[in-house]
């Protein structure tokens, strides 16, 4: 898949919501990836620690069309790591932490690269050194209020809570100021994906997107 690194920022911006395949088995990826996108959610990351993420990575490349799906690669922790999920195919890397060789790697290649941090200390550092989304983690712990924070003295920086962000409480987290949502369980549901029950996850995704729709 070619980049367009400042298109596919727009695209995750506009979207509003990364829809995150952790241990999805292989051979179901493009049809969960396929259920989100029907539900409006078209940025889609794999996590690296799933069973062949690089293949699934190509698979799903293979599979959409750019003007369909954005896809990228989650839960990077290494440089060598960022550039095999690159040539796979992925068009963004997220990572649980700051790591600067990674956002090195993603810049060389124009790939949106999107690090994990909590502290401004960690967003201020991340942001300077070429990241273009600031991954917030874990949000389930922060909360909102931490990203109405952060806002406040530091309102350019983009950032996208992930971790623990539901149908619950992904209102508040927007009206905070998130600038996007990462959602795995919340949106891919272990048993809907065991049963195939694919129509659930499209809904979930529709859920989801209408209700930032509605914040926004």
Known sequence: MSRNRHADLERLFDTGI????????????????????????????????TDGALDTIARLDDAFD??????????????????????AGASFVVT?????EV??????????VAPGVMTPTEAVEAYEAGADVLKIFPASTLGPGHIRSLKGPLEQLPLVPTGGVSLDNVEAFVE??????????????GDAVANEEYDALT???EAFRTAIEDVR
């Open 96 to 100: 649980p932490s700051f790591d600067e």
């Open 66 to 87: 750019r003007s369909e799906a954005l896809v990228g690669a989650g839960t990077v922790l290494d440089a060598d790591t960022a550039g095999a999920a690159l040539r």
């Open 203 to 205: 809904e979930r995704a």
């Open 18 to 49: 990364v829809g995150i395949l952790r241990g999805v088995p292989a051979e179901q990826t493009v049809d969960v990836a396929q259920a989100l996108v029907d539900g409006g959610v078209d940025v889609i990351e794999v996590t690296a620690d």
């Open 176 to 189: 905070a100021g998130a600038d996007a949502v990462g959602v795995g369980s919340g949106l891919v549901d």
């Open 103 to 112: 956002v090195r790697t993603c810049n060389r290649y124009g790939a949106v």
